[in-house]
Nanobody
Framework: QVQLVESGGGLVQAGGSLRLSCAVS????????MGWYRQNPGEQRELVAT???????NYADSVKGRFTISRDNARNTVSLQMNSLKPDDTAVYYC??????????WGRGTQVTVTS
C-alpha cells in the first residue's frame, strides 16, 4: 500500500505555468503506473497523463504539447509540468497509482485555478 500527497496547485493567469508534484510513501517500485487526473464539481474525473514503470507516457488530447509528466525514482515523486495553461484546465488534480493486481490509490487532490 502507498500514500500519495499532491502539492503545487494554485492560482495562475492563462498562459502561465504550474508544476504539480506527488510524493509517494511506501513501495514505489510496487506501482505499475502513475497518473494525474482532474475533476470539476458535477463532472467525471478525467485522465490527464500517465507514466508507466518503464517511463512510457500517455496524455489526454487536450493537454498534449502543453503538459509533461515525469517520475523520479530516487525521490519517489511524480510531477506534472503544466505550461500554456487555459481556463479550461481549472480543476482539482489528483495523483493516482495503479498496481499490477488491479488496485489503485488516490491522493486527496490539489486545486488548480486558471484565470482569463
Amino acid at each position: 500500500q502507498v500514500q500519495l500527497v499532491e502539492s503545487g496547485g494554485g492560482l495562475v493567469q492563462a498562459g502561465g505555468s504550474l508544476r504539480l508534484s506527488c510524493a509517494v510513501s511506501g513501495s514505489f517500485f510496487s506501482i505499475n503506473a502513475m497518473g494525474w487526473y482532474r475533476q470539476n464539481p458535477g463532472e467525471q474525473r478525467e485522465l490527464v497523463a500517465t507514466i508507466t514503470s518503464g517511463s512510457s507516457t500517455n496524455y489526454a488530447d487536450s493537454v498534449k504539447g502543453r503538459f509533461t509528466i515525469s517520475r523520479d525514482n530516487a525521490r519517489n515523486t511524480v510531477s506534472l509540468q503544466m505550461n500554456s495553461l487555459k481556463p479550461d484546465d481549472t480543476a482539482v488534480y489528483y495523483c493516482s497509482a495503479a498496481f499490477p493486481m488491479g488496485g489503485r490509490s488516490w491522493g486527496r487532490g490539489t486545486q488548480v485555478t486558471v484565470t482569463s
